[in-house]
């Protein structure tokens, strides 16, 4: 059988390959063929016939690659469909590691949900990361990631690949820590309400950290609602009915509604049933301007204004100021049960309205799950709840 057969040289980032490209008949479209491995640029070999004194130029060596291998223009854009060629798993690639700058790249991305956000933590640009990746599909032969409005979307087969290889980015980590003996500070970042930060998790977090030496919990506090795509926060504590698409959740604590005063503001005042209340100077937070009104109308008070009485930015205010003996407030009693015990703060009397499932809760990503920092700040966040 007569061959036709011609030899190229492609070039691949730092590396060149020698490529035959075999016909076995007239008009037959050439098959491409590796000859020999991989050499560095500045030692290539020039095929049979060609002036050593005219190399091809790098970017015709590019585009016939590109042709070689897609048939067109290289492809560009996370959305971009893989060729056939592309799509083709090489058997001979598979049994080597894949590259690992792209596989990096991907790995941050998937983590961060974000091209930009995985660029900044590489210290690159977003063009740079959305290449590697782009150069990881290639070699996978198949999609890892689609592009929506807003954020990027691991297609199933990313969800698997990423799940399967952050295991051993995490004991390379580990195993470099160890080795050199160097502590890396791995940061979680949360977000609450002021008062559920001071008065419930801050008291609280001296255990986590006693456990957890190399974990730093970077605390933030707001009352506005959490855009996980736009903010670099790894999980909040929010208060609301438990529905928030598109994020775990796991529910904390009981949301039990109870007036509390000082104890000197009961004895002078006499308050020994709910209608003592009456004339008295309600404190409220405009967080929650609603709370006196629910209890109020469970324990089946009449006669007196719900939305009466000084108003304060957080419930901490409001405490600081019943703490003064300047009224009652309306409290979540899981908030002040350590000022109950201490008897700082008092109820008068009952009942406590519980509010069901209006409660606080723990929302997060789910890829943050990921991170084995975020997993022990949960896992102590939910033990703490049963305590």
Same mark, same amino acid.
């Given at each position: 059988?007569?061959?036709?057969?011609?030899?190229?040289?492609?070039?691949?980032?730092?590396?060149?390959?020698?490529?035959?490209?075999?016909?076995?008949?007239?008009?037959?479209?050439?098959?491409?063929?590796l000859?020999?491995p991989p050499?560095?640029?500045?030692?290539?070999?020039?095929?049979? #016939?060609?002036?050593?004194?005219?190399?091809?130029?790098?970017?015709?060596?590019?585009?016939?690659r590109?042709?070689?291998?897609g048939?067109?223009?290289?492809?560009?854009?996370?959305?971009?469909?893989?060729?056939?060629?592309?799509?083709?798993?090489?058997p001979n690639?598979?049994?080597?590691?894949?590259?690992?700058?792209?596989?990096?790249?991907?790995e941050?991305a998937g983590?961060?949900?974000?091209?930009?956000?995985a660029?900044?933590?590489?210290?690159?640009?977003p063009?740079?990361?959305?290449?590697?990746?782009?150069?990881l599909?290639?070699?996978?032969?198949?999609?890892?990631?689609?592009?929506?409005p807003?954020?990027?979307?691991?297609?199933?087969e990313g969800?698997?690949y990423?799940?399967?290889?952050?295991?051993?980015?995490?004991?390379?980590?580990?195993?470099?820590?160890k080795?050199?003996?160097?502590?890396?500070?791995?940061?979680?970042?949360?977000?609450a309400?002021?008062?559920?930060?001071v008065?419930?998790?801050?008291?609280?977090?001296?255990s986590?950290?006693?456990?957890?030496?190399?974990?730093?919990?970077?605390?933030?506090?707001?009352?506005?609602?959490?855009d996980?795509?736009?903010?670099?926060?790894? #999980?909040?504590?929010?208060?609301?009915? #438990?529905?928030?698409p598109g994020?775990e959740?796991?529910r904390?604590?009981a949301?039990?509604?109870?007036p509390?005063?000082?104890?000197?503001?009961?004895?002078?005042?006499?308050?020994?049933?709910?209608?003592?209340?009456?004339?008295?100077?309600?404190?409220?937070?405009?967080?929650?301007l609603?709370?006196?009104?629910?209890?109020l109308?469970?324990?089946?008070?009449?006669?007196?204004?719900?939305y009466?009485g000084?108003?304060?930015?957080?419930?901490?205010l409001?405490y600081?100021?019943?703490?003064?003996?300047?009224?009652?407030?309306i409290?979540?009693?899981?908030?002040f049960?350590?000022?109950?015990?201490?008897?700082?703060?008092?109820q008068?009397?009952?009942p406590?309205?519980?509010?069901?499932?209006?409660?606080?809760?723990?929302?997060?990503?789910?890829?943050?799950?990921?991170?084995?920092?975020?997993?022990?700040?949960?896992?102590?966040?939910?033990?703490?709840?049963?305590?």
């Open positions: 059988m007569n061959h036709t057969r011609m030899e190229r040289l492609l070039f691949s980032g730092t590396m060149d390959r020698r490529v035959v490209f075999v016909t076995e008949r007239p008009g037959m479209k050439a098959r491409p063929f000859l020999a050499v560095r640029r500045g030692e290539e070999k020039l095929r049979p #016939g060609a002036d050593p004194n005219n190399p091809p130029p790098f970017s015709q060596a590019i585009a016939r590109s042709a070689m291998e048939g067109g223009a290289p492809r560009t854009g996370l959305n971009s469909p893989l060729t056939k060629a592309q799509r083709r798993i090489n690639a598979m049994d080597r590691l894949p590259p690992l700058n792209p596989l990096r790249a991907f941050a983590r961060l949900r974000s091209i930009r956000k660029a900044d933590e590489l210290s690159v640009t063009g740079a990361v959305s290449r590697q990746v782009q150069s599909e290639s070699h996978l032969g198949t999609p890892l990631f689609r592009r929506e807003r954020e990027i979307v691991l297609t199933p969800e698997q990423l799940a399967a290889i952050t295991l051993h980015f995490d004991g390379i980590r580990e195993a470099t820590r080795l050199t003996g160097q502590t890396t500070i791995e940061v979680v970042r949360i977000r309400y002021t008062t559920f930060a008065k419930w998790l801050i008291p609280r977090l001296s986590f950290h006693a456990d957890n030496r190399t974990t730093e919990v970077r605390l933030t506090t707001s009352v506005e609602a959490v996980f795509d736009r903010e670099n926060v790894d #999980g909040a504590i929010r208060l609301g009915d #438990g529905n928030w994020v959740v796991d904390l604590i949301n039990e509604l109870v509390l005063c000082s104890p000197a503001l009961r004895r002078h005042a006499g308050l020994k049933k709910v209608g003592d209340l009456a004339g008295q100077t309600l404190l409220h937070s405009l967080v929650r609603d709370d006196w009104r629910y209890w109308e469970a324990a089946g008070a009449e006669g007196i204004d719900p009466a000084p108003k304060y930015a957080s419930s901490t409001a600081q100021a019943a703490l003064e003996g300047q009224g009652v407030m409290a979540q009693k899981a908030l049960s350590e000022d109950l015990r201490a008897r700082r703060l008092v008068p009397f009952g406590p309205l519980n509010r069901g499932e209006f409660t606080y809760y723990f929302i997060y990503p789910r890829n943050r799950m990921r991170n084995p920092a975020f997993r022990r700040f949960r896992e102590w966040l939910l033990a703490q709840t049963r305590t």
